[in-house]
């Protein structure tokens, strides 16, 4: 007989998005000349920039004859990418990687998904709440994460980030963590971690013998200097940390995928007996087996955005987003919204007025001013009472949005 996965069974059936698609759909089917602007789901809206179609149309024609065609590439990805990704991405910022370190993906979901099978299914987990769903549901799913009670899993540690504590968490005091999941620029809160606060969490990663599962599918975001791009930028997380970096927000690769990983060959855990093991190789191996490469033309295309006509050109589409999520920030506050993120983050985490439910606000939006935010509950318990907007709409739908805001708030309180 055949036995299912019960875990499966455990994740409540409640998909985040699928639940907001449902009740927008029910709006529209009650008001069908309404147009609704979508301010919800995190997808970029700008096409790919020239540099990278132009790689992808080489990439294409070299494809077409024997000589140029490419079969099953390396299952970590082409050295070409490998490279560029280490002298743009980290030489400049005094990291130095070994090619080696770095495994091309296929985007960072994935990995941030897969990466788990690396730790003992015994290891406890320590997440920043809210938080990304992925990080959690792929935990779930091979049982790591305990019974769902109360809106929590048992055996998940949650730190809460609230405006309460401005956004910072702080380790678990009592509770020892083996694993602990950091993504800065944070999705959904838009906020970032200081140097400051992020050597705490290396340190306490060192201290207590855990690894640190550290997403920086946001780094091209940030505009401040001074907050750190990568985690290895801290003195120790070569020892202590695993880095997801993703094409998807950075560059429009949403529909094209690649991204890369880094495991350091410092980064070790331990067996039962105390000995240590690096994980480098066993991800190497895992790779190896289940997974074949990111598409050559996805590569070059990356690679793409390296070159000097590419670097300008992604850096105009951050520019934009940037530009919405700066005339966002600034139309809630002048709201009299308290308003997060957006800085240096794709991102705004608003607090509800008058303390109303995430659900409660999204649907007030939605039927007041005919916009589409996504419920902050939705990515955990600490984000009831907020909601997040993205800054990945078009500059007109994003401003028009906006003018709705601001006219249903004179109206209605
Ligand atoms: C969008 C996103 C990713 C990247 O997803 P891809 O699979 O690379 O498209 C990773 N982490 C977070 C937090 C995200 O929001």
């Known amino acids: ?173 009592g509770r020892h963590v083996d694993v602990i999941y950091l993504c800065y620029p944070n999705n959904p809160t838009g906020t970032v971690i200081s140097r400051q606060e992020l050597r705490k969490w290396v340190n306490y990663a060192l201290k207590n013998d855990a690894v640190i599962f550290y997403d920086a599918a946001y780094q091209a975001y940030i505009q401040d200097p001074d907050i750190p791009r990568s985690i290895y930028e801290i003195r120790g997380a070569r020892k202590c940390a695993i880095e997801f970096h993703s094409y998807s927000k950075t560059a429009g690769f949403t529909g094209l995928r690649c991204g890369y990983t880094i495991v350091p060959k410092d980064l070790t855990a331990s067996t039962l007996e105390g000995e240590r093991v690096a994980l480098n190789p066993l991800w190497r191996r895992r790779q190896c087996t289940k997974f074949n490469g990111t598409s050559y033309i996805s590569q070059r295309a990356a690679e793409a955005i390296y070159t000097p006509e590419g670097k300008e050109q992604v850096k105009a589409t951050i520019d934009y987003y940037m530009h919405n999520a700066h005339t966002m920030l600034e139309a809630f506050r002048q709201l009299g919204f308290q308003a997060y993120g957006g800085e240096n983050a794709p991102y705004i985490w608003m607090r509800t007025p008058d303390g109303v439910g995430s659900w409660q606000f999204f649907e007030q939006l939605l039927y007041g001013a005919n916009v589409v935010c996504t419920p902050g509950v939705g990515f955990g318990p600490s984000g009831e009472g907020y909601v997040r907007f993205t800054a990945f709409g078009t500059k007109e739908s994003t401003e028009e949005a906006l003018q709705r805001i601001k006219k249903w708030m004179n109206q209605s309180y």
């Not at 140029?68 to 030489?91: C, H, K, S, V």
């Not at 960072?108 to 998904?113: E, F, L, V």
């Not at 990466?115 to 938080?131: A, C, F, H, M």
């Open 1 to 173: 007989m055949a036995l299912v996965n019960e875990h499966f069974l455990k994740l409540p059936n409640n998909y985040l998005f699928a639940d907001i698609a449902k009740k927008v759909n029910a709006f529209k089917v009650l008001h069908p000349k309404a147009d609704v602007i979508s301010l919800g789901i995190g997808d970029v809206t700008q096409p790919l920039c020239p540099a990278v179609i132009d790689a992808m149309h080489k990439a294409t024609d070299e494809m077409a004859t024997a000589q140029t065609f490419r079969g099953y590439g390396p299952e970590q990805g082409y050295d070409f990418l490998r490279e560029a990704i280490m002298r743009n991405d980290f030489l400049p910022r005094g990291i130095h990687l070994d090619i080696d370190e770095i495994f091309i993906n296929d985007g960072a979901k994935s990995d941030t998904g897969n990466i788990q099978e690396l730790i003992r299914w015994d290891n406890s987990i320590g997440v920043t709440d809210p938080i990304y769903p992925v990080y959690i549901d792929s935990n779930v799913m091979i049982g790591r994460a305990g019974t769902w009670e109360d809106g929590r899993w048992s055996n998940v540690v949650y730190m809460p980030c609230t405006a309460e504590n401005g956004f910072i968490p702080q380790p678990p005091k």
